[in-house]
Nanobody, 125 residues
Framework: QRQLVESGGGLVQTGDSLRLSCTYS????????LGWFRQAPGREREFVTA????????NYADSVKGRFTISRDDLTNTLNLQMNDLTPEDTAVYYC??????????????????WGQGTRVTVST
């Protein structure tokens, strides 16, 4: 069964850090690109970051470069998103996603095939 399950969301203050995690199916997503999207209230879902199956190709949205770090550990089947220096503009529901192609993450005409249920991050002033 192909599943993505997020955890780690919560309420933090501006400037704080937060680490999101996503556990994924052991035998299904090891060869997939994994990544994160987010959806803020009243806005469309947007790409945050993605990492290739071997970790060699990583992409970030401009809005999070230098603050967010994505990593994956296929031994524990965990995708992580370390978020530093958070601002209220980072408030959103964050979704763990998976697809065979990086194109589905960085090209607005495409979307990943697999999505988790999302975890909410709220950054207060």
């Amino acid at each position: 069964q192909r599943q993505l399950v997020e955890s780690g969301g919560g309420l933090v203050q501006t400037g704080d850090s937060l680490r999101l995690s996503c556990t994924y199916s052991q035998y299904t997503f090891h060869t997939y690109v994994l990544g994160w999207f987010r959806q803020a209230p009243g806005r469309e879902r947007e790409f945050v970051t993605a990492i290739s199956w071997d970790g060699e190709d990583i992409n970030y949205a401009d809005s999070v470069k230098g603050r967010f770090t994505i990593s994956r550990d296929d031994l524990t089947n965990t995708l992580n998103l370390q978020m530093n220096d958070l601002t209220p503009e980072d408030t959103a529901v964050y979704y763990c996603t998976a697809d065979r192609s990086m194109r589905s993450f960085i090209n607005d005409d495409y979307r990943p095939d697999f999505w988790g249920q999302g975890t909410r991050v709220t950054v207060s002033t």
